[in-house]
């Protein structure tokens, strides 16, 4: 167990819709990022918060957007959804916010879009 | 552009045979850490090791060894004495700051690995 807690593990929803994904960070730590993995495109960065501030950010569409916060846990919201998002998301903490701190990584959220 | 290269897309092996597992990547940045993770058929992703650039002393952690050669840009991983427990799917990760107050990793397509009894 990493100590990162995701809800929900398992979300199907139709084309169209919004969902959010939620993540729980280690005790302790300030940073989380959020990944997307899916079969065609591998793991991919989104974007990551430290403290409640956004810090950097990757491939993340515009109908999706996140915030951290002030007791650290981070919400994933996607919304209008399309077949293609469907996906592993997985959200994942660490202590700081530098290029040596290993990331832990929780178990994902399975998102179907029918 | 930063990039992680995981030639193989799938291994086989029987147990007790040691295997590699071969990671290649490309970067500008002068200070980096590499990183293998390992997600089994559970699904979570479990950090196995984070190696600098400025170290380039191989690393044994029991049957796991990484391997870290900054002339070839390569960051190998071998299980000796391979388990049916191995088996799962393995990701080299490549630290990005990309002008960036943060970090990201950027991962390889990964290795899957069958080990049979």
């Known amino acids: 167990d990493s100590g990162v807690t995701q809800t929900p593990k398992h979300l199907i929803t139709a084309t169209g819709q919004r969902v959010t994904l939620r993540c729980s960070p280690r005790?302790?730590?300030?940073?989380v990022y959020w990944y997307q993995q899916s079969l065609d495109q591998g793991l991919q960065f989104l974007i990551q918060?430290?403290?409640?501030?956004?810090?950097a950010k990757g491939n993340i569409l515009e109908r999706f957007s996140a915030q951290q916060f002030p007791d650290l846990h981070s919400e994933l919201n996607l919304s209008s959804l399309e077949l293609g998002d469907s996906a592993l998301y997985f959200c994942?903490?660490?202590?700081?916010?530098?290029?040596?701190?290993?990331?832990?990584f929780g178990q994902g959220t399975r998102l179907t879009v029918v | 552009a930063q990039k992680v290269t995981q030639a193989q897309t799938e291994i086989s092996v029987v147990e007790k045979e040691d295997v590699t597992l071969d990671c290649v990547y490309e970067?500008?940045?002068?200070?980096?850490?590499l990183f293998w993770y390992k997600q089994p058929p559970s699904g979570e992703l479990v950090f196995l090791i984070r190696?600098?650039?400025?170290?380039?002393q191989n690393e044994i952690s029991g049957r796991y060894s990484w391997n870290f050669q900054k002339s070839t840009s390569s960051f190998n991983f071998t299980i000796t004495a391979s388990q049916v427990v191995d088996s799962a799917v393995y990701f080299c990760?490549?630290?990005?700051?990309?002008?960036?107050?943060?970090?990201?990793?950027?991962f390889g397509k990964g290795t899957t690995l069958s080990v049979s009894s």
């Open positions: 994942a903490s660490s202590v700081g916010s530098a290029l040596n701190t290993e990331a832990f």
């Open positions: 005790s302790g730590d300030l940073s």
């Open positions: 918060y430290y403290n409640g501030e956004e810090r």
């Open positions: 970067t500008r940045d002068t200070t980096y850490y």
């Open positions: 190696r600098n650039s400025f170290d380039e």
């Open positions: 990760a490549l630290s990005d700051k990309s002008n960036q107050a943060g970090t990201a990793l950027i």
